[in-house]
């Protein structure tokens, strides 16, 4: 048995059992694994409220040999998300970054540059501020995935962008010139396409002094949530409340 502690950010529960729960744990040493939280659900006492997504804790887990799950056996909160105010869209983010993680993470793999990304944009994910940090998030998470296209030229003939708009579809993969746009493309504007090259070369702090409306690289959000989706081969829950709420 190999006792660890380790940062981590919670992913996902799930009831097992009468009163224990597996955790879905985004470890900074380790990468993902799962662990069982043993009577979690019914004491509060070693967990708290440290088990809520997003939740950035100090993790103390014991690793057996020839077990897929790591005993959990506490959880002491870093930062919680539950210590702002939590409205819909502020919860629907703050799912949508749990759901990424999740679902693109190998398990046992560790990836820093995603776990100070992921605490970079829950610093800024506040009520009433939640575009920057998702849009933010989704197009450093295709970059880092390796899923990024070229943002400044065709992918098709190598055209540079320049002032012009870009087209993407929702079945391939790249950013093409109006010459050589599918049927049924939508539209990136040039203006996103600023911005996006703005939000790979800046930290998230510098771009949070700015104003971000709902309206802001909307469709910048959805080309980044058409290819997550595209990648990953399923739909994303949080995507489509973001959607919901005009994003
Ligand atoms: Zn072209």
Redesign the pocket.
Known sequence: MIAHQAEALVLRTWPVHEADQIVSLFTRDQGKLKGIAKSSAKSRRRFGGALEPMTYVLASYVEKPRQDLVRLDSCEILSSPLSEPVDYARAAALAFFAEILEETLPDHDPQDSVFRLALAVLDHTRTGHIWLPVTYFGLWILRLMGWMPDIVH??????SFAREPAYFHIEADGL?????KQPAARVLSSGSLEIAARILHTPVAALATEEWPRGRTADLRRFTMQALERHLERRLHAASALAKLGG
């Open positions: 065709c992918t098709l003939c190598g055209r093409l010139c109006s010459d050589h």
